[in-house]
């Protein structure tokens, strides 16, 4: 039988339309550089071609959930990290995005915005997007509760068009441990040229609770794990630096050595690639195209190297890469950090957006060309006459309507870490 503290463990508030703010903010990355670990939890790591049973457990937001209030009761918490800052290459929290307070590492893109300077020197001081939650895996009982943590597009991509599709109270309330639902996630392995595949959910049902979170019939298992996480502030496992932290890594300083006066120094003002003192390239000179290989990779300590593809030197428009300069092109096949394999089906004429569609045959138009990693599929099929289509789709023409416009979140970065 519960005790009374059981019974009457702490709540917090859950609001109507709780999922808009979250999924409004992932158009579209931290190992445990900037994460401290609930002492004593374990880490679930999916395996690719395994199904898992997932209790959602909630917990009391704090001051750093942009997509809660402060007291709400709520599934996740998303973060935005940089990625190999430094010459300890550590991942810091994007305190710009996170504490909208000042941010050498988004200052230091502007200026290299301003500058023109190649893509290739900008993109690592773009902040990806990550997510930390409490789960309770029915094939993992013996662990009790873990933590999941992984890039937007491996888990909660899917689980937020599993939400948007489904107007049930029980799935949109999933993790409500008095009601809720059972989350059965099929795990895949997506090999897209990394060292190791990229594990990622594949296919998620919900399993309807007639009687709320019950740990798989064991009540006391499911009251401590209650418990529990009614004691875990998931933001109070971020590491957050400061200013002063952040710019030393930008400027290329061991971590914990002082910045000294560096005023006059001529040497600090220039832009440095990944926190490394060197001289940039002329920024007049054609960009280079990007190709960024930043995949999640399971089970990874530290991120491996990248091997650029070459790929042609074309134009830009206001030093950013056009789709000419990445290698896309109308009918080709891309990848894209969210909406996963999709097709060109549009080109703006500047090169800078196009439109394509997913395999559920879902248009999405005003995509960021550097967004997107070309997949080689062979030899590309031959288009059909132009005499044989009496106009453009409609996906296209909507395509046109929209004003044109850039952003969203850069490749897939570090997934599951050690």
Sequence with gaps: MATRKERERRRGKRQENRHERRQEQHAGGGDWDCIRRPEGMEVFKPEGGETY?????????????????????????????????????????????????????????????KQNAEWDDMKDFKPKWRQLMLVFVHEQAEKGLQLFEGAYGTFGELLDEEIRGEEKDYIDN????????????????????????????????????????????????????????????????LKISDYDTLKAALDGKPAGVDDGDDAGDEEDEKPRGRGRQRDRKPVDKEPEPENDDDAPEPEQEEEPEEEPEEKPKGKTKGGQPTAADLGIEKGGDVEHDEYGLCTVIRVAKDGLTVTIMDENDTVHKGVDPTDLEPVDCGPAPEEEPEEKSKGKTKGEHAAEEESEKTGGDEDWDEGWEN
């Design 174 to 237: 999933f993790d409500d441990p008095d009601h809720g639902a059972t989350l059965e996630v099929r795990f895949k392995a997506k090999n897209i040229g990394q060292k190791n595949p990229w594990v990622l959910a594949a296919k998620i049902n919900f399993d309807e609770r007639d009687n709320g979170f019950d740990a798989d019939g064991n009540k006391k298992l499911a009251a401590e794990i209650m418990s529990q996480a009614a004691e875990i502030c998931l933001d109070d496992c």
């Design 53 to 113: 049973h997932i209790d959602v457990i909630p917990y009391i937001v704090g001051k750093y959930n942009k997509n809660a209030d402060v007291g709400d009761e709520y599934f996740e918490l998303s973060y935005a990290v940089y990625n190999n800052l430094g010459i300890d290459e550590k991942k810091f929290i994007a305190i710009g995005e996170m504490l909208g307070v000042r941010d050498p590492v988004a200052e230091h893109f502007a200026v290299l915005k």
